[in-house]
């Protein structure tokens, strides 16, 4: 059985892509930082549907946190296959001017430097260089690193920036390994997290604004992610998709 790590799967985009890897195979590792609850709540769906599947906490952004998850996968399951850096943060809207550095290294050390700790987790044991059989990294980057979210939060426009950066770097650097790096930009999706920007309602309020005019579901982002996970993606790496309605 295949095995996958899905950072930030207790609630949305994440706890979308658990339940369909878990349809499609995978062993499911379950990672959340607050909402125990939520995060059961995803493994009890999968194991309700006879698959497999733990729960992790673990805040990402700590790298003492992200090694011990990764060792502890690794030992219950034999093999990461697959990781999904998912798990990302956004704060209350406001122009640049107004954001304190803290505010700044908080989503840095989430979106950017957390994912860049899971991803060399997962490539340290993937790499058919060293002991491993190779895999897939799929990282969640947002449209907002094209657009750039002025008077909204370009921190998180910034950080979402780093990621597309990141993806054609590594995925470059291990292609040769036998792993694929690839990146899903979604964009406006019916989740939690626009409330966290202070706007519960921002996909309705925002909807017109996209080509298909509407937003879009997770499981919608989760499809594209089991894609580029899969063998049907054999020959992609390095490469960000779209997920956006034709924003
Ligand atoms: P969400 O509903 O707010 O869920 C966020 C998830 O991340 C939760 O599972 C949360 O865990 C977890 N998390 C937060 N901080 C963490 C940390 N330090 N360590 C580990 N897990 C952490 O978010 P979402 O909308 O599904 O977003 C998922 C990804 O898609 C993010 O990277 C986001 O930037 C990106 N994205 C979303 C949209 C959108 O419109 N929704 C658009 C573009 C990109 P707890 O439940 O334990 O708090």
Known sequence: MKTIIITGASRGIGAATALLAAQKGY???????QNKTAAMK??????????????????????????QMFDFVEKEWGYIDALVNNAGIL??????????LARMERIFAVNVMGSFLCAREAV?????KRDGKGGAIVNVSSIASRLG???EYVDYAASKGAIDSF???????????????NAVRPGLIHTDIHASGGKP???HELQHHIPMKRGGEAEEIANAILWLLSDEASFVTATILDVGGGK
């Open 27 to 33: 062993a499911v590792c379950v990672n959340y930082f």
């Open 42 to 67: 995803v493994v009890n769906s999968i194991e309700a549907n006879g698959g497999t599947a733990m729960t992790y906490q673990a805040d990402i952004s700590t790298e003492e946190a992200v090694v």
């Open 167 to 181: 993806t054609i770097g590594l995925g470059k650097e291990v292609a040769a390994e036998g792993i694929r790096v």
């Open 91 to 100: 704060e209350k809207q406001m122009e640049f001017w107004q954001m304190d």
């Open 201 to 203: 309602n921002r996909v």
């Open 149 to 151: 979210s002025p008077f």
């Open 124 to 128: 340290k044991r993937m790499s058919n």
